[in-house]
């Protein structure tokens, strides 16, 4: 079974609309977080926000919020107002373990293309 | 902001020669990872680093890989024998530790292309 899933491969947005791109992950570890990464076409990978699976409140930061839903195992990404340079490939990951001492890996979803349009 | 580095950021290689792909993770960072991405496909995971060894490695990281990290900065990945195969994006990521709850600092990617 995929750990991280996002079913939306392109997503279109127009320029100060928010968007939601969604992503599913699947654990039986009660110690999980999960990430968010930004690719733009340069190719580097951005790191923009994170959720821990005992945080009681959703992550936020500046445009970029998080909707957890722990029943639903449902992470998704919201950007408000949406800006053209918002263009990229957005990735949803997760890391497993324990809160302390391993080295876990992310484990990636294929990712979301999302295009803002004037 | 300290930034992970990597080193070159494009390669070009004959199938069968020996390529080092070169990372200086954040200076305070005891967490260090590969990871690579083939050309419009995810990311995955190659290996990680931790204490001068290996923490864990996926099946993809078999023989023909080794990592090091030969002095105080470097963290190296080395392909003995290159594959067609192996063109792909390699990510370089360092965290300070090894917690769920820390994000991993990416490199800018060195693009391998094995002809």
């Known amino acids: 079974a995929q750990k991280i899933t996002q079913t939306q491969p392109g997503m279109f947005v127009q320029e100060k609309e928010a968007v939601t791109l969604d992503c599913t992950y699947d654990t039986s570890d009660p110690s999980y977080g999960l990430f968010w990464y930004k690719q733009p076409s340069s190719g580097e990978m951005i790191f923009l926000i994170y959720q821990g699976s005992y945080d009681q409140q959703n992550a936020t930061e500046g445009r970029y919020s998080l909707n957890f839903q722990k029943a639903r195992k449902s992470a998704n990404l919201v950007i408000s107002a949406s800006q053209l340079g918002d263009s990229a490939m957005y990735f949803c990951?997760?890391?497993?373990?324990?809160?302390?001492?391993?080295?876990?890996?992310?484990?990636f979803g294929t990712g979301t293309r999302l295009q803002v349009t004037l | 902001e300290p930034e992970v580095t990597q080193t070159p950021s494009h390669q070009v290689t004959q199938m069968g020669q020996e390529v080092i792909l070169r990372c200086v993770p954040i200076s305070n960072h005891l967490y260090f990872y590969w990871y690579r991405q083939i050309l419009g496909q995810k990311v995955e995971f190659l290996v990680s680093?931790?204490?001068?060894?290996?923490?864990?490695k996926s099946e993809i990281f078999d023989d023909q890989f080794s990592v090091e990290r030969p002095d105080g900065s470097n963290f190296t990945l080395k392909i003995r024998s290159t594959k067609l195969e192996d063109s792909a994006m390699y990510f370089c990521?360092?965290?300070?530790?090894?917690?769920?709850?820390?994000?991993?600092?990416f490199g800018d990617g060195t693009r391998l292309s094995i002809l």
């Open positions: 990951a997760m890391r497993e373990g324990v809160y302390t001492g391993t080295a876990s890996k992310l484990t």
């Open positions: 680093f931790y204490n001068n060894e290996i923490s864990e």
């Open positions: 990521a360092s965290t300070l530790r090894g917690a769920v709850n820390q994000p991993q600092h």
